[in-house]
């Protein structure tokens, strides 16, 4: 695991109480985890531990930009993010992470491996759609929109006035109306 030795904390000579660890993420991280959804990474993430007697209290707060594929036009864009994550650990008889904001360790750990923590903060703090903002603006050019334009269902005209309706119609709308 020498590729996360950045990412791991002695806690055991740690005094008591407040300590920041500033990360700088790019695609580099992503790669030792074989994850390529994002084009490029540019994140900050701060983490504040706090050691208590007892347990230690993790604070992570990530934010960046990562470069990623529009869900609509496969077009790439900047998506902006900000996020959070928090857990406790605690030290126990065996470890244990069935709980997702707790995390027990045996007694006799002296470090721990922040780089899985980090890792889900910045992919849950991603959009589950991402969308490109020329989409929802209009102001993005691109030739897959413009299909999608063209394969759209297209609006029914209203049906002309001389047509009949059937008259069984009229009788259900008076029911409608005679309820309010």
């Known amino acids: 695991m020498k590729k996360f030795k950045a990412y791991e904390i ?4 740690l005094k008591v109480g407040r300590h920041h660890y500033d990360y ?3 695609n580099a991280f992503f790669e030792l985890f074989e994850y390529d959804e994002f084009n490029k990474v540019d994140v900050k993430v701060d983490l504040s531990l ?7 209290e993790l604070d992570f707060k990530v934010a960046g930009v990562v470069n990623v594929n529009c869900d609509v036009t496969n077009e790439p864009f900047d998506q902006p993010i900000e996020g959070e994550l928090s857990m406790v650990i605690k030290f126990g008889e065996e470890y ?3 709980n997702e904001e707790l995390l027990i360790i045996p007694h006799g ?5 922040v780089q899985q923590y980090i890792y889900e903060a910045i992919i849950l703090s991603v959009p589950y759609k991402k969308i490109h903002p020329g989409v929802e603006d209009g102001s993005l050019n691109s030739e897959i929109l413009d299909r999608l334009e063209e394969l759209a269902p297209k609006q029914k005209e209203e049906k002309d006035s001389d047509e009949e309706i059937d008259p069984r ?3 259900l709308k008076k029911l409608l ?3 309010k």
Not at 51 to 56: G, Q, V
Request: aromatic share 10%; charged share 35%.
């Open 10 to 13: 002695q806690f055991v000579g």
């Open 24 to 26: 700088q993420i790019d």
């Open 50 to 56: 706090e050691k208590k007697s007892t347990m230690l």
């Open 96 to 98: 244990n992470d069935e």
């Open 109 to 113: 750990e002296y470090k721990i491996q």
């Open 169 to 171: 119609w009229n009788e």
């Open 177 to 179: 109306n005679d309820n």
